[in-house]
């Protein structure tokens, strides 16, 4: 394991939450619950999380953030964060699954079920990746803070490291529910 400082975000489900490590140390980790407003909160929590520990962007090695399951809006507003950040500081991100991240906070023999819409859960297991309902899972593992899932996806990141990794990319294990307009089309005039 190497000593990296690693800033984690996440923001895939009614969460923004942000965490710098620094190897498997944690330094600061924090998260709020927030059902809206992740896209004009982050940036901030992250310069907040840098600068309670005395570290600017320049410091960092490498950026991890959760890819999903999760909030549709969410799991982008995070994913084009860390991509834009990664580009523009020339660091390395990594994605990180939900699942990923909740083994590094909760290692346990307990199943990990991320929360979904309606009364559902995500799992992954034998059979794949799929979404099943809340009530078929009676040995779920607890549910992480919000600051917990930013911390396990800087740790899985420290893991990885000095890898280089594909460009974070949303992990969806279902479509989006948004449809395409009903209205018909506007009348070019020429």
């Not at 965490?19 to 907040?48: C, F, S």
């Not at 962007?57 to 890819?67: E, H, I, K, P, Y």
């Not at 040995?139 to 490291?161: R, S």
Request: proline share 9%.
């Amino acid at each position: 394991m190497s000593s990296q400082l690693i800033l984690g975000l996440d923001t895939s489900g009614p969460h923004c939450a942000a965490a710098l490590i620094n190897g498997d140390t944690i330094l600061h980790a924090h998260g709020e619950d927030m059902a809206r407003g992740q896209a004009e909160r982050l940036m901030d929590l992250l310069e907040e999380v840098l600068a309670a520990e005395g570290k600017s962007w320049s410091d960092l090695s490498a950026l991890a953030v959760g890819t999903g399951p999760g909030n549709f809006t969410g799991i982008r507003i995070g994913v084009s964060a860390a991509r834009g950040l990664a580009l523009g500081l020339k660091i390395p991100a990594y994605g990180v699954t939900g699942f990923e991240a909740r083994a590094h906070v909760s290692p346990t023999s307990a199943r990990i079920a991320i929360p979904a819409a309606r009364d559902m859960v995500y799992v992954s297991d034998d059979q794949g990746t799929r979404i099943i309902p809340a009530a078929d899972v009676t040995d779920a593992a607890p549910n992480p803070t919000p600051a917990d899932l930013a911390t396990g996806a800087a740790l899985h990141a420290a893991h990885l490291w000095p890898a280089t990794p594909e460009p974070p990319a949303p992990f969806y294990v279902r479509a989006p529910d948004a449809a395409p307009a009903r209205d018909a089309p506007p009348r070019i005039l020429t």
